[in-house]
């Protein structure tokens, strides 16, 4: 039972590889507003997805396939989609697949604490 | 244009007069949800509503007409309960009419920073 926010766990930033595909459009930093940031974070699923890739992550960027959702590709895809497109995420085009990671320097710098909050976030019991 | 987050202005908390009426339902602190709290307030009227609380309050809590925004009565009840049972703001029945506050003290020990992302939010130019 959550009785006060937690130390958060420690979110982890990879660095960048050379050689990337471009990024999938996105808000600039300066373009972040924080209702629509708000706005993809106020479901589960997103938390989830946000979550894992700040504490969990063992490449720079992830597939959806990587998070073991149990959830229809379709589904999955708006969700990705929708993070990006508030600037929560970055995506690029590998082939056929997409992978994203968190934007945490732009969010850090625009939202300080919000990420945070995601790390010690919990799915309700 | 923002380009970094501001230092958040200073939030007030007045004190609780004594003899208020019963707070209208709410979640208890240890309810409070994550996604749901970002949920509401991922809208531009429901963040000037808290902000300006937070900002610019002038008594303990305050009914919907103090805030002077330009909408239809039924529609600001309905926003003014979303933050409610979000557990965002608490309201009391004055009579006919609701005031509220925000839930500083719950919000800061479960969310801590979040006030103040909301603080320093600005309506888009």
New interface residues.
Partial sequence: ?????AAAPAVKVLPEPSGLPEPLPEPS??E?????V??A????LR?TIVRKLLLESEDYDHSCGWFGLDRPKSSLTHHFKALREAGVTRQRQYGLERRSHVRVEDLD??????L???AA?SP?G
Avoid: C
């Fill in positions: 039972m959550p009785t006060s926010a930093r300066d972040l507003r924080l209702e629509t708000l706005g974070l106020s479901d589960p938390l710098a625009r939202f300080p604490g919000l945070a909050l995601v976030w309700q």
